[in-house]
Each structure stands twice: as structure tokens, then as C-alpha cells.
């Protein structure tokens, strides 16, 4: 005799419960996995280490992050085709001007340094930025588009950061995690 409609319904809501089910444990494994995971694709953590940040100046000049130590850093990867990073610079000049003990430090992302320089100059930025030929320091703080943002205490420590444009009111809550 056929299994009635009723009880068929019956398993396969069973199937699909337990087919969602298992779903729902990997996932959750693959979350856990990745969150244990210190070297996965989301970046530097608040309260890692700052990874080590040095380059040649888009003037010419030597920059380190290390050099900046004992300071409370902001360092922003930019580049002068980026739509919110050329939204975002006249938040940097303004709270430079704000924060007498500010220390910006730029890092120009896949971009042409003249252009970035030509960029800079046009803005009035007053902070070096370094740039970055071979991507090596945009893969160390895990960056895959700008404009990105560490908030870096006097300790080396990343505080904070913005993945995405910066508005005042983030800057000035996320400044204030590093001593500012």
C-alpha cells in the first residue's frame, strides 16, 4: 500500500531539516575555523601588532612605521583614483590640523606615483605617504581596495581601523582609541 501524501510530506520535511542541519554545522565550523585562523583573509586585527610599514616617501625620503613608535599613527592606503579616498583627504588635512600630535602616514595603493604625488600636492596633504611597487605592504595589512585605515597606538597596537571611506565623526571616535 503507497505511503499516504501526509507521511510523505513528513519525510521529506525530515530530509530537508536534516539537509539544512548539516549545512548549518559546517558553516558554523568553517566560521570557527577562520576566526582561529590568524593569518585568514580579513586583515591585521584590532589589537594585533602593526605589521612592519616602510618605503620610500613620495618625495623621494625613507618612511617607517617603527621610526613613528612611541606616537599615536594613523596610516591610510589611498590612491588618487579612488572616488572615497578623494573624499576622504580633506577629513585627514583637517584633523592633522586639529590633533597637534597626529601622525599620518599614507601608503599609495596600485597607483602611479606621479599621479599620487600630483594627488597629494592638489589636496594640501602635508603627511607622507610611501608607496608600495610591489604590493607587499598592501598584502601584509591584508588590503584589497582603498581607502583602508589603522588606527595604531603609541605601542605599535592597531586600535582601530576603517575599511571603507572615513567620515569626521569616524575618525574622531577612532583616533580617540589611540590615545588622541
Known sequence: MPDSPRRLDRRFDRRQLLALAIITVTAMIAIVAVGLNRSSP???RVGDQAPPLTGVTLDGGSMSLAALRGKPVVVNFWASWCVPCRAEFPVLKDAHAKHAGLTILGVVFDDDPAAARRFADTQGADWPSVTDPDGSLASAYTVLAPPQTYFID????????????LTAEDFERQYAAIGG
Open 42 to 44: 580579513v586583515g591585521v
Open 154 to 165: 603609541r605601542d605599535g597596537i592597531v586600535r582601530s581601523r576603517q575599511i571603507g571611506e
